[in-house]
């Protein structure tokens, strides 16, 4: 068991929330509207669409990322049903959008900022992505946007100081055999579990939209930029234990569930789960690359994603002085990140057996 928190992004709107700090996300979104509208024009039979389309978004977040993934597919469901059938699917489709993410994510800053003149009713859905949240067979397309990474616990032994499993650091960064392969085993599991859930809420012949980040096969999570800021968070925890500011035994504690798996582990997990065909496993080409190495911008994407996870676990001044200190490291150590091998991001088209 884990003493680890549930993952949650800063909320609000604030100039440290993941509403304002997550555009390195967005231009994923909007470098795949290509492939994503290609990807339902092909597979999306149309004989799924009836009077009313469902569309889920599974780790939506509070916004506004969210907007911009389900309103591509949107538009491309529209641009499908016009072309072939030649009608206005406005006056034929009526769209419901369903957001789902963590009982404690901020909904209520993703309802205030739903975008005006959407075409679309939407409810949210609270509940762990890794189970059944929606009745069986009620939705034709889910999109899952940089939420694909995530594992449901720390696996058994990684803080267990008597354990040949014991992690010293806060993530899985690759080096240690045994680790990997715990963390793998974890995510394989949960991932497996996604899948099945997914496979029993979608509509025969649905599709599912993954969208995020992993590692080229054969590289460790340590050699990629992700990575290196990632070990530069756990090397600042560490130098405010040694200053007395917080315990060091609440840093030997706290782990990080997700795992960023290479691509053959992703395409082998799907394939051996069954409930899905790969239809395409796209390398698409990032705006930002990997990181803009700017170790200020750098310090505050992070504190964004990882910072109310931070600070459930060490109170919010360790947080603070936590990402103060990254933004020294990642400022005296550019080279490393300069010099990291590139991740890879990618929209994977999962269409339901």
């Known amino acids: 068991m884990t003493t680890t928190p549930d993952w949650i992004m800063i909320g609000g709107d604030g100039p440290e929330s993941y509403n304002q700090q997550s555009s390195y996300q967005r231009a994923l979104l909007e470098a795949a509207k290509d492939k994503m509208t290609e990807a339902i024009s092909v597979n999306l039979n149309l004989d799924l669409i009836s009077n009313r389309f469902s569309v889920v978004d599974f780790g939506c977040a509070s916004g506004p990322n ?19 059938t030649g009608q206005n699917p406005a006056d034929d489709i009526e769209f419901q959008v369903l957001f789902n993410d963590f009982t404690l994510n901020d909904f209520n800053t993703l309802f205030q900022t739903l975008p005006p003149g959407r075409r679309y009713y939407s409810a949210g859905v609270p509940g762990s992505f890794f189970e059944r949240v929606l009745p069986k067979e009620s939705f034709h397309i889910g ?44 995510y394989s599991i949960d991932t497996k579990k996604l899948l099945d859930a997914r496979a029993e809420e979608l509509v025969p012949g649905g599709l599912m939209l993954l969208l995020g980040s992993c590692l080229r096969d054969g590289v460790k999570m340590s050699e990629t930029p992700k990575g290196t800021v990632m070990d530069f968070i756990g090397e600042s925890l ?5 200053q007395g500011v917080t315990e060091q035994e609440k840093v030997d504690t706290f782990k990080t569930s997700i795992y960023f798996a290479e691509q053959c582990e992703i395409r082998q997990i799907i394939e051996e789960n069954g409930k ?31 910072g109310a996870f931070i600070a459930a676990h060490f109170g919010t001044e360790v947080m603070r002085k936590a990402f103060e200190l990254v933004e020294v490291k990642a400022r005296e150590e550019i080279s490393r990140l300069q010099n990291a091998k590139p991740g890879m991001q990618y929209l994977i088209v999962l269409r339901k057996n």
């Open 66 to 84: 969210t907007f911009v993934a389900l309103q591509n597919i949107i538009d491309a469901v529209e641009d499908k049903y016009r072309r072939e």
């Open 143 to 186: 999109v899952m946007s940089y939420a694909f990474h995530f594992t449901s616990k720390i696996p058994k032994g990684i803080m267990d100081h008597d354990s040949p499993l014991w992690n010293k650091d806060m993530q899985c960064t690759g080096f240690n055999h045994a680790v990997k392969k715990a963390y793998l085993d974890q």
């Open 238 to 242: 560490s130098d405010l234990a040694k």
């Open 276 to 306: 899905f065909t790969i239809e395409a496993f796209e390398d698409i080409i990032h705006s930002k690359n990997e990181f803009p190495l700017d170790p200020k911008i750098l310090a505050i994407s992070f504190k964004a994603f990882y």
